[in-house]
């Protein structure tokens, strides 16, 4: 029985429409103390007995970090890093904190989080608020104190609003000194739609820049990935392809939100009385599902499965996160559909990958990753043909 299907989510969509924002809010601060209780062990055992799946068939050893499990927890959920202390007892293999900006910001004006239920979706314009790399920095270093956690915890970096285009490369940096021996990963995001003018950033040459400064930075070779939009057209996606191999990251995630209403079912956003499309703000959740697996399987395709692709978007079931990871995701993250599903999803989908793994006679997770080539069927598919192997 699932109480968070059968009565919290009825209750707070539909009986209350409880403002997602404030809901968010509840979530984060229920967690956070939680997060805190280290010395209750009693109560964390109680979380992982009912929330957590331990298979050695789903660890990997990837860029030199353990993932006890591929499914973590996407950027965007706790901005500030005050959960990191129960993410792994809420059944996450891995997670990601952020975005956090080198300068505290507010975010857009509310209302700026909307759910679209009839579409599985939420649209969001928070804006980065969060507050700030030397916050982050601070609560990190006196937790590290407290607890090691058990999964790796990334770090996703976007540019201060207030912070010049031409100026990025220095925002990024400068949030990445503080906080790089605090993360197992970080993240370059330059697709989130809600910062005016970030997305420019994955222009090759602005990127390269911004991953210029941060590879001379960073002395102990930590992990750095590139998250990217699902609005990208192919060629700018084998550009950040090259980059990511010219400056030797530890690969892409795939992908941000879209800016994209295409196939909304939504009509009217209550609280607004606007449509969706006179709606700033980028989409998540079930509309998103099909456009960030293609990316990763081009991504894949382009690069022979070369660079480690962490697959996001979309993801609420084990058929979900099987497609990411058969379409060339290593590991996978999921936001929306834990909204929507709760906190039971993330062990039905490693029961699932579980299941799935037995039906096609694979030993381990890793091999599963890109099956869908090893099998032949998809190859030609995407529409890339303009993109020879030989490119790369
Ligand atoms: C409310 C909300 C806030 C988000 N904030 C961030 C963010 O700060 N940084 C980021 O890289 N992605 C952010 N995202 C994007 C998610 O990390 C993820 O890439 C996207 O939502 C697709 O996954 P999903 O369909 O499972 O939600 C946010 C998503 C949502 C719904």
Redesign the pocket.
Known sequence: MDIYQIAIRPVLFDLLKAD?EWS?HQAINILSWLSHQTGNSRLHRLLENSLCLQNHRLEQNLFGLHFPNPVGL????D?DGVTSGILSSLGFGFA?L??VTFVAQPGNPRPR?FRLLSDQ??L?R?G?N?SGAAAMAARLAQEKQMFTSSIPIGI?L?KSKVTPLEAAAEDYLSSFRLLKDLGDYF?V?V??P?TPGLRSLQDASMLSSILDVLQTENNSQKPIFV?IAPDLEWEAIADIIKLAQTYQLAGI?A???TISREGLKTQVIEKTGKSPEQEAG?I???P??DR?TEIIRFIWQQTQGQIPIIG?????SPDDAWAKITAGASLI???????YEGPMMVRRILEGLLTKLEQNSLNSISEAVGLEFNQGGRQREVGVEAFSEQNF
């Open positions: 997602p968010h996407a950027a965007g959920f901005k990601e952020g975005t989080l979706a939420v969001n928070m980065f969060n996703n976007g993240v995001n697709s989130s809600n998250k995630i992908t941000n939100t980028g998540s959740g079930a998103l599902r960030s996001v978007g979309g993801i609420f993250q999921v936001y929306t559909g834990w909204i």
